[in-house]
T-cell receptor, first 116, second 110 residues
């Protein structure tokens, strides 16, 4: 089925370890996003990529890096994990229409990350 | 001030009831508005876009009030399956940056 695929679904890291969250979409969307969701905070944008070859910081980029590998794939890397990065991470994609109209996001199923 | 604010609820309503959620936003230049639904431990899913003229999709009606900077979602004839968290989403200064409310929890009771 067409959509957004994230891996892994669950991960436990020790403080200081690194890991990369993978995301791929097969809807031919130009824009991709990484969000984190914490209780009482809502979803907050970490990084986004408006199109292949570009990436920009969102609301909470510190401690993360991203790579837009190609039009389909957008990865999120934690270089040195901290307990404050314990969260649920969602990747999303969307298309931008005329006048910057966005036709809604499609989200992946999420990665539940715990840093101990 | 938060970009988007929602009443977190919870709203507990009986089946068949009508329930309304409001969401306020701070950026008067925002152009795109959405309501998303999120079930427990699942990803958010687009429920409906919100257009300037208001729009309806079955039992769901969305309204936008630009003067007061709020959007609303009305659910008529609530079903048990409507139980979820409803997220308000508004775009920021660039078309690519969207801000999510913390969500309003709805439980429909038999």
């Amino acid at each position: 089925n067409a959509g957004v695929t994230q891996t892994p679904k669950f991960q436990v890291l020790k403080t200081g370890q690194s890991m990369t969250l993978q995301c791929a979409q097969d809807m031919n969307h130009n824009s991709m996003y990484w969000y984190r969701q914490d209780p009482g905070m809502g979803l907050r944008l970490i990084y986004y990529s408006a199109s292949e070859g570009t990436t920009d910081k969102g609301e909470v980029p510190n401690g993360y890096n991203v790579s837009r590998l190609n039009k389909r794939e957008f990865s999120l890397r934690l270089e040195s994990a901290a307990p404050s990065q314990t969260s649920v991470y969602f990747c999303a994609s969307s298309e931008i229409g005329t006048g910057l109209t966005v036709y809604g996001y499609t989200f992946g199923s999420g990665t539940r990350l715990t840093v101990v | 001030r938060k970009e988007v604010e929602q009443d977190p609820g919870p709203f507990n309503v009986p089946e068949g009831a009508t329930v309304a959620f409001n969401c306020t936003y701070s950026n008067s230049a925002s152009q795109s508005f959405f309501w998303y639904r999120q079930d427990c431990r699942k990803e958010p899913k687009l429920l409906m876009s919100v257009y300037s003229s208001g729009n309806e999709d079955g039992r769901f009606t969305a309204q936008l009030n630009r003067a007061s900077q709020y959007i609303s979602l009305l659910i008529r004839d609530s079903k048990l399956s409507d139980s979820a968290t409803y997220l308000c989403v508004v775009n920021g200064n660039t078309g690519n940056q969207f801000y999510f409310g913390t969500g309003t929890s709805l439980t429909v009771i038999p």
